[in-house]
């Protein structure tokens, strides 16, 4: 969660009352936030010969993004103690009655092809609210717009230019212009590499430099406001004697976007002339259908049934009481006019992206009622049951497990060498899933067997007394080219046994006590089963109805993981379909060398998913 820093007694007085720590501290748990930390008897860095005014550091959920800067902490906190009403954000019309209109050109599909602007009016900026400014436009490109990638935000002092504005995309040289608090001009070109090793604006670097265009906003007098989403132009640059303050974003996302632009504007409308008012801006884009007038401060509006809120949190309050307990949360609400006794229409400013369907609505209902208040509950109405492939796994560990082998649980990425060569195996291209831009060698592919993480184990506990017994129950990945991701997860069983002697006859038995419990018979030829030399490896099922379930083994030849002569695929019989579903033997003097093991190994792996 995001931990914003607020000056101690600039909110207090915000909040007109003085808190102790834990008075503030109770607040903040009421309303479901968390205070971290109060710097005021902690040791404070000086900044200009003067010491920095006490702290309070508070941590905010993850999707409340009206909450990232200190006028939107404020404004929620005396909303929901009553002290405020819900702000009623609205869009005015310019004085001169002409609005101001940003045309977006088609190349900029190429680079970032869409753009949303706001005018705020008659700002009133002081030192520490022009900070709160720079801060929250900060927090929002690190949180939501996930390092300027999906938006990025650009604000301009709207005096120093002139509108019409336009949204283009031109060739990196044909863009010149001063770069904020910089002294010469410089072309696309040249800013890249000015900036390149600079520490705060060299990570946006990548975003659009290797574009064949950069996407640029000008004026009407061919001035560059900006080259999203590296630099604003120093020419528009905002400064404490700014009243009147352009806001332009650019972005991939649509929706981001207007949740972007929606936050920085209502939460410094505040310092406008006119209270929580917004000048808008028409944006023309009429080559991908994005023409519309921005922001868009419209309520949306949610009905949501009273039963649903009261059985989720074990109350039985009427609609009334739950729309006076919505007012605490900045949203507004009434009893619905279609069914006043059942359902609750809830209006959600743009203030709160953060609610999305009636499961939110729940939440800010336990909030304001106070979690102290919720009675307990035990739940008995519930979806949520095991996976059946993970109970099917659990009896495998529990059987590993009393039977003396010891669970290890590798990481799912290895090389290719140690999933393919190390084991004698040869890749087809078709079968494993590879990272495109793996960090080491160490981490290329997911793997597709459980044997080289058992081998890993073994290699660095080589100190360890012999006997080793390990074993996995994960999954494994495969290419799929009909499934929907194009790969497929597969639950498989390893085991490994290390030590002086080969051990085959461990794992042979681990293997029967685990088909034991499975409830699957070993098959004999005195049964009518039959060996047939040359079969395929694959795990090509078939339908045998007349003969009895159960599995059997069938000595492998072809195999080059595994010794000559002492290996053996398992294959089972369910519901009359036969399938082949792993191999066990004792590996082969190389693979033992490849992974630096000087005792021999055998291993036994089976997919178990056949069993479902």
Not at 129 to 144: E, T, V
Not at 235 to 254: G, M, P, R, V, Y
Not at 508 to 537: C, N, W, Y
Request: negative net charge; glycine residues 6%.
């Amino acid at each position: 969660m995001p931990t914003i820093s607020v000056d101690k007694y600039d909110l207090y007085e915000a909040l007109g009352q003085k808190y102790t720590t834990s008075e503030f501290e109770e607040l903040c748990f009421e309303f479901g936030i968390e205070l971290d930390e109060d710097t005021e008897n902690e040791e404070r860095p000086i900044v200009n010969g003067v010491q920095e005014p006490p702290q309070l550091k508070i941590e905010i959920p993850a999707n409340r993004y009206d909450m990232l800067c200190f006028e939107g902490i404020a404004l929620m906190l005396n909303v929901f103690r009553g002290k405020q009403p819900t702000p009623n954000f609205k869009l005015v019309q310019p004085a001169t009655g002409d609005i101001q209109t940003i045309t977006v050109l088609e190349d900029t599909m190429k680079v970032r092809p869409l753009v949303a602007c706001a005018i705020l009016r008659n700002v009133k900026f002081t030192q520490k609210n022009y900070d709160s400014f720079i801060a929250l436009q900060d927090k929002l490109h690190q949180n939501l717009a996930r390092q300027r990638t999906l938006v990025a935000i650009g604000t301009h002092d709207l005096d120093t230019v002139k509108g019409p504005f336009t949204y283009e995309a031109r060739p990196p040289k044909d863009i010149i212009f001063t770069p904020l608090n910089q002294t010469k001009n410089m072309n696309g070109e040249e800013l890249m590499a000015f900036y390149e090793k600079d520490k705060h604006l060299g990570k946006f670097l990548h975003i659009v430099r290797d574009k064949p265009v950069y996407p640029v906003i000008y004026d009407a007098n061919r001035v560059v406001c900006s080259l999203p989403p590296i630099i604003n132009g120093d020419h528009s640059k905002i400064t404490l004697n700014s009243k009147n303050i352009f806001i332009e974003c650019t972005a991939t996302d649509e929706t981001k976007l207007q949740i972007v632009l929606n936050m920085m504007v209502t939460m410094f409308s505040v310092y406008a002339a006119d209270p929580f008012t917004v000048e808008p801006v028409k944006v023309i884009s009429d080559h991908n259908g994005q023409t519309r007038i921005t922001p868009n401060l419209t309520s949306r509006t949610l009905a949501v049934e009273v039963d649903y809120l009261n059985g989720c949190l074990g109350l039985s309050e009427s609609a009334e009481s739950i729309s006076k307990l919505l007012t605490k949360m900045a949203v507004t609400a009434k009893p619905s006019p279609d069914d006043p006794q059942n359902l609750i229409e809830v209006t959600i400013p743009p203030t709160r992206a953060d609610i999305l369907q009636r499961c939110d609505v729940m939440e800010d209902v336990g909030i304001a009622y106070g979690f102290n208040r919720l009675p307990r509950m035990t739940v008995t109405k519930t979806v949520g049951a095991p996976l059946t492939i993970n109970k099917l796994a659990d009896i495998v560990r529990l059987e590993c497990g009393m039977a003396g082998w010891s669970e290890v649980m590798p990481l799912i990425l290895c090389s290719h060498d140690e999933n393919f060569a190390w084991l004698n195996r040869k890749d087809d291209g078709k079968t494993a899933v590879r990272l495109a831009n793996p960090k080491t060698t160490e981490y290329q592919i997911v793997r597709t067997s459980l044997i080289p993480g058992l081998l890993k184990t073994i290699r660095e506990n080589k100190g360890h007394s012999v006997p080793i017994r390990v074993f996995e129950t994960s999954d494994v990945v495969f290419k799929d080219a009909a499934a929907e991701r194009k790969a497929r997860n597969e639950r498989h069983f390893a085991a490994a046994w290390y030590g002086k002697a080969s051990g085959f006859e461990e794992v042979h038995g681990l293997l029967d006590r685990v088909m034991a419990m499975l409830r699957q018979a070993f098959l004999t030829h005195d049964e009518g089963l039959t060996t047939a030399p040359g079969k395929s490896i694959d795990f090509e099922v078939k339908s045998v109805p007349r003969k009895r379930d159960g599995y059997w083994l069938e000595p492998v030849d072809d195999e080059p993981t595994f010794f000559p002569g002492r290996a053996a695929a398992v294959y089972v019989r369910l519901g009359g379909k036969t399938a082949r579903i792993g191999e066990f033997g004792i590996l082969h003097p190389t693979v033992l060398e490849n992974f630096d093991l000087k005792y021999p190994v055998s291993t036994l792996e089976v997919n178990l998913e056949v069993f479902l």
